[in-house]
């Protein structure tokens, strides 16, 4: 079958089998490999990207449910005309958010739609927001303080993409 | 130096705002990850590139009557279908473990585990490779397995490795170490022994990222490369050459960015193997990359010791021995990745931090059919089940004497006059300060409150009346003393490879540098702090140094990264190497300036004239002279490299004290980590933010093992921990907020003074959540992990044995 979706802003489209993923889709046919895979239980939340504006997990989605959705995965976080990395990359770096970064594109995936609904959550709430995201490396602690510093340095930008 | 005394980060700044040397710098290698740009193994497309899949084993134990391969073989885009009997025409199909043992590639005769690998199929697209599985039809005849370690040598026991010439039995080893005629002296005087049976169960590093490679072996050139996730590609380089006859010059192993490894990443799995074979069968590249399920069910399991030890003491807690009975559960095949002349690797470091004269333990290991594996997940060479025992054991005494744990700790930890202190089974403690971190831990904590608060509490409960749901308040200390750096040639080796890493440093004219290193991140920043290790010597600021590694074409010879050896080693190199280019770049300054080299004297990044400093040459100027025509003394090379293989003097010894804080739910046995407190003494810490990051992982791992990670079998062997549905990793929920402090005790014999940390909260903290459940519910011990099931059990009064299947 056909399908065609937006991804990152970017129309995309390819001949695929109904079974297809949409991690897979994304990362062979739109050759966006940021997006990861982790796991075969939809347990890890490596493969979290938008799909019409929510998170989900992309191992656990078929290419055919995002046929004429729009998607957005990591590549799409920064600016995509000045380049300037998203309030939560920046975050991330500043704060140690991320070791191996094997886990970083889908939590910051999550991390973006909390701002987006909650533009100042508390540790409880960020640590709830992630919790669908494993971490191996960090324990976390600086995911949370990444998040945060997310949060108190919002650019107009994003103030209004939350507004 | 003072252990209290935190020596200040180098006080300069870069022009680009960096430290020049140690300090909290942001990490060269986020750019790319935060934009998804990582280059991960799975990321790599080739042309013409084929996906391998493996089929795997349903039973523990089988023979293997036959395997038709036909219908797979007939799919339209499957390209090959191997088999053990294929891998037998060319001399494939065992392959040499790290251990001396061998183990199958695909199986022929028999599958020893669940999970084990039995054929192998490359296709054009992963998703017609793993359909072909299907079509592949196996026909096994069961065999009894063997699951419980425990009966591995009844007499009555299947002998899993008739693969081996005159095997009887699943007996692999003993080993002792220490002096068993000393121990029986103190045991048979001491006023107290106390001995605790307790396990510490078979679990699994679990990267984010799976095990995986693409192998191309090209057809014309006749060079193999390999991208694959390895934590040690020169190691893996000369085990390729060794198993398939391939010459070494022609392999080249690159090791992109790694997702992780924990020692998962540093053992030569079939799949990898398959992957080159495949290559070979096809000319095209291949890829294979395992799932999570094949990931926890056949690469490299840790621990799975079950150990029973005794503790001598006097009345009044003084500690007079230490005696273990170990049994190693090593699965079908002995692949345990460690130093060979220490088959149960650094375990006999089991004395811990304290001071007493008698120690002795004996390690058997057996053979069971579940997965190959044993040292992994950050365990630094099986320091983790030692730093477990101890630190049990002397919470068992603390019990039965009815005193303060932290009081029994600090009777007995070694004083800082004692250093350097050989411990009873021979290992040389480089530097330490233990009761200055034990006091620095309990300040953090507010110990004495904490001890107060439970003391009320229990009172509370103890009313006529109490709410039947307020919680159980427990508090675990753990002391650890950590052995890292592995190490001097003449002791350490694998497979016959002395445990030295290179490392070649190079100034370019314009004065920026690159470091070539033998080791590889797996995230733990070394494109970063290595480049601060070279800027601390040097001056030049870090931002001009790159760091090249994980490409056997383009790095110096050396053993990889685990066991926390990266910054004690190869670290070491690094330093050595920048001290070398520092000095001649003196010998090049005082051509320049036309004065005797002694004349000269450092400020960071340039040699002046003594009493004249205006009168110098920056390291920038310095390079360009050197690669320039400036005359040089007789014997003097131009240009400004050095190349340096670094032998460690002994291992470093990291240590620390750490306090966990935890309430258990008396209702659900839902055990909840209140407060974690960690002091760390890593000697003096290169990145703080990156060291502290280090602690942070590793002190997750410790309550997921304390409370959740365990891989346990059924009575036919089924893995019951095989996908993350299973195999529980604690999630942001289950972390506390760590709470950190340090205390800095340099190593006296490494260049910089730096100990290494990769490995020290994975190593110390499973012991302290462990202590302190225990602590809430008053018992003297029960095995992790303290699900809520087993530690409602625990509270009946029937602990569950965690390594086998609820009866
Ligand atoms: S890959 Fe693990 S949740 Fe999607
Ligand atoms: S940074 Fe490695 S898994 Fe999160």
Redesign the interface.
């Known amino acids: 079958m056909r399908v065609t979706m937006k991804v990152n802003g970017q129309e995309t489209t390819a001949e695929i ?1 109904p ?2 993923l949409l991690v897979h889709y994304l ?1 062979e046919s739109a050759g ?10 939809s ?2 939340g ?1 493969c979290t990207v938008w799909l019409d504006g929510a998170p989900v997990k992309s191992c656990t989605t078929l290419a055919a449910m995002a046929d004429g959705h729009e998607v957005r ?3 799409g ?2 600016d995509p005309v000045t380049g300037d ?1 998203d309030p939560v ?1 920046q975050g ?3 704060e ?1 958010g ?8 889908g939590m ?1 995936m999550t991390a973006r739609a909390l701002l987006d609904r909650n533009p100042d959550p508390d ?1 409880d709430t ?3 927001a ?15 303080r990444a998040i945060r510093w997310a949060a108190t340095h919002q650019t107009v930008d994003s103030q209004e993409v939350s507004a | 130096m003072t252990a209290t005394e935190i020596p200040p980060p180098d006080a300069a700044l870069s022009p680009a705002g960096n430290p020049l040397g140690f300090g909290r710098m ?2 060269k ?10 280059h ?1 193994v ?2 790599l497309r080739l042309p013409g590139m084929l996906h391998g899949a493996i089929l795997r084993s349903p039973y523990a134990h089988a023979r293997i009557v036959s395997i038709d391969t036909s219908a797979a073989e007939a799919h339209p885009k499957v390209k090959a279908v191997i088999t053990g009997a294929v891998l037998e025409t060319l001399n494939l199909a065992w392959m040499p473990t790290l251990s001396g043992d061998v183990t199958a590639v695909l199986a022929t005769d028999k599958v020893r585990y669940q999970g084990q690998e039995v054929a192998f199929v490359v296709a054009e697209d992963e ?1 017609s490779a793993r359909d072909a599985l299907e079509l592949i039809d196996v026909e096994y005849d069961p065999l009894p397995a063997v699951v419980d370690a425990r009966h591995a040598l009844d007499p009555d026991a299947p002998v899993i490795r008739d693969d081996l010439e005159g095997r009887t039995d699943n007996h692999i080893y003993d080993w002792e170490a220490g002096d068993a005629a000393a121990c029986e002296e103190v045991f048979a005087k001491a006023e107290v022994v106390v001995a605790q049976d307790m396990i510490y169960p078979r679990v699994h590093p ?5 095990c995986g490679s693409v192998a191309h072996m090209d057809p014309v050139t006749g060079k193999l490369t390999v991208w694959t996730t390895t934590q040690a590609p020169h190691a893996h380089r000369t085990v390729y050459a060794l198993v398939a006859g391939l010459p070494e010059h022609k392999i080249q192993i690159i090791s992109p ?4 490894g ?1 020692g998962n990443k540093v053992g030569i799995y079939p799949g990898y193997v398959l992957s080159i074979v495949g290559s070979i069968v096809t000319k095209a590249p291949v890829k294979w990359m395992e ?3 094949e990931n926890l069910m056949s690469t490299s399991f840790a621990r799975d010791y079950h150990m029973h030890g005794e503790i001598a003491a006097t009345k009044d807690g003084k500690i007079l021995g230490l005696r273990v009975n170990v049994l190693a559960d090593h699965g079908a095949f002995n692949g345990v990745a460690q130093p060979t002349k220490f088959p149960a690797g650094f375990f006999h470091i089991f004395t811990g931090s304290y001071d007493y004269p008698a120690a002795h333990c004996k390690v058997t290991a057996v053979y069971t059919n579940k997965a190959l594996g044993g040292v992994a997940y950050a365990c630094s060479f099986r320091i983790t089940e030692a730093v477990y025992l101890v630190e049990r054991m002397v919470d068992c005494l603390a019990f039965e004497l009815k005193m303060d744990p932290a009081e029994l700790r600090m009777k007995n930890l070694l004083r800082p006059e004692q250093f350097p202190y050989t411990t009873p089974t021979g290992w040389e403690y480089d530097s330490g300060n233990y009761p200055a971190a034990l006091d620095e831990a309990k300040r953090i904590a507010g110990y004495d409150e904490l001890r107060r608060e439970q003391a009320e509490r229990r009172a509370a409960a103890a009313e006529p009346g109490a709410d039947p749901a307020a919680p159980l308040m427990g508090i675990g200390i753990s002391f650890f003393t950590e052995g890292v750096g592995a190490g001097p040639r003449k002791h350490m080796d694998i497979l016959g490879l002395g445990m030295a890493d290179g490392c070649d440093l190079r100034v370019h004219p314009t004065g920026k540098a690159q470091l070539r290193l033998s080791v590889q991140t ?4 070394h494109e970063t702090t290595f480049a601060q290790i070279v800027s601390h010597v040097l001056g030049i600021p870090p931002e001009d140094i790159e760091v090249i590694h994980g490409d056997t074409d383009n790095t110096p010879f050396g053993l990889g990264t685990y066991g926390s050896r990266s910054t004690p080693v190869s670290g070491a190199a690094a330093a050595v190497a920048a001290q070398r280019v520092k000095d001649k770049a003196r010998i090049v300054a005082a051509a320049a300036l036309e004065c005797s080299p002694d004349d000269l004297e450092w400020e960071h990044g340039r040699w002046y004239v003594k009493g004249d400093p205006s009168k110098g040459q920056t390291m920038a100027e310095i390079a360009m002279a050197s690669h320039g025509s400036l005359e040089l003394p007789e014997g003097v090379e131009g240009h400004l490299d050095a190349s340096v293989v670094y032998n460690p003097p002994n291992l470093t010894y990291p240590f620390g004290c750490y306090i966990a804080v935890v309430d258990v739910d008396p209702q659900t046995g839902q055990v909840k980590v209140r407060r974690f407190i960690a002091v760390d003494d890593c000697g003096p810490r290169i990145n703080p ?2 060291v ?9 791992d410790g309550v997921g093992m304390a409370l959740m990670e365990v891989i346990a079998f059924d009575s036919d062997g089924n893995n019951l921990g095989g ?3 299973d195999y529980l ?1 604690p ?3 289950e ?1 506390p ?2 709470e950190l402090g340090q205390t800095v005790t340099p190593s006296p014999h490494h260049p910089i003074g730096v100990k290494g940390v990769g490995e020290s909260a994975t190593v110390g903290s499973p012991a302290a959540v462990v202590n302190a459940v225990l602590d809430a519910l008053q018992l003297r011990h029960a095995d992790m992990p303290f699900t809520p099931a087993a530690t409602w059990r625990a509270m009946q009064g029937r602990p569950l044995r965690p390594d086998l299947a609820i009866e």
């Open positions: 089998e079974r297809l990362r966006l490999t940021g997006t990861h895979w982790g796991c075969d239980t347990n890890c490596a995965t990591v590549e976080l920064a990395l990359q991330f770096m500043e140690h991320l070791q191996c970064g094997f886990c970083t594109p910051m540790e960020i640590r709830e992630i919790s669908g995201n494993l971490c191996r490396c960090t324990g976390y602690e600086n995911i949370v | 942001l990490r290698e986020d750019a790319r990850f935060l934009r998804g740009q990582g991960y799975d990321d998703y679990a990267p984010m990222e799976t960015d790694i997702g992780g924990f799932d999570r399920s797996q995230g733990q920043g933010m990156i502290e990051g280090q602690v942070h992982g590793g002190l997750a996908s993350f549905m990793l999630t942001s929920m972390c907020s760590w």
